[in-house]
């Protein structure tokens, strides 16, 4: 099936911990984003790759460290994990830019991330 | 930088009728409206979207309208059914070509009563 997969699905994890969500397209897009949905369903873009190269940086905690590999990837890295960092959070990827629809972002199911 | 209104936050309405979402923007310079529906469990997906050079565009039982005088849309959803229950989300960006981010609104929970 062509999609955007991310694992883990769910996530349960102490604070102080450090944990990793992989995300990888067979869409063949060229740009990749992190979002983060919070309890109150508040969609905020992290991170955006485009060709492994980093366009769109919010401001997210350095605690926070995207690393995309290659185009198809784009894994989250979170360190020293506190309470406020549980939240869904979705990779999504939209085709090369520069072309129409190019915005056009196909999400993944998400990973819940739980901060005990 | 933009910033994106959605209302009503939770919308419950009898099935077959007509659902409303409103959204203002406030970046005049913005001119690519999508609108999103997440299901529960999901990521969000696209349902419609419309540029700034048209006033309206309908696919089915979904219309987005458009007024960029005023700054701002509206997702119409005619004859609702039981699955068109989930939320949905209303964004806005400067560009369709994708070097520009997409601002999301803060989401409606539509809920259709069979």
């Known amino acids: 099936d062509t999609a955007v997969s991310q694992t883990p699905k769910y996530l349960v994890t102490q604070m102080g911990n450090d944990k990793s969500i992989k995300c990888e397209q067979n869409l063949g897009h060229d740009t990749m984003y992190w979002y983060k949905q919070d309890s109150k369903k508040f969609l905020k873009i992290m991170f955006s790759y485009n060709n492994k190269e980093l366009i769109i940086n919010e401001t997210v905690p350095n605690r926070f460290s995207p690393k995309s590999p290659d185009k198809a990837h784009l894994n989250l890295h979170i360190n020293s994990l506190e309470l406020g960092d549980s939240a869904v959070y979705f990779c999504a990827s939209s085709p090369r830019q520069g072309v129409s629809g190019a915005n056009v972002l196909t999400f993944g199911a998400g990973s819940r991330l739980t901060v005990l | ?114």
């Open chain 2, 1 to 114: 930088g933009e910033n994106v209104e959605q209302h009503p936050s939770t919308l419950s309405v009898q099935e077959g009728d007509s659902a409303v979402i409103k959204c203002t923007y406030s970046d005049s310079a913005s001119n690519y409206f999508p609108w999103y529906k997440q299901e529960l469990g999901k990521g969000p997906q696209l349902i419609i979207d419309i540029r700034s050079n048209v006033g309206e565009k309908k696919d089915q039982r979904i219309a987005v309208t458009l007024n960029k005088t005023a700054k701002h849309f509206s997702l119409h959803i005619t004859e609702t059914q039981p699955e068109d229950s989930a939320v949905y989300f209303c964004a806005a960006s400067r560009s369709n070509f994708g070097n520009e981010k997409l601002t999301f609104g803060t989401g409606t929970r539509l809920t259709i009563i069979p």
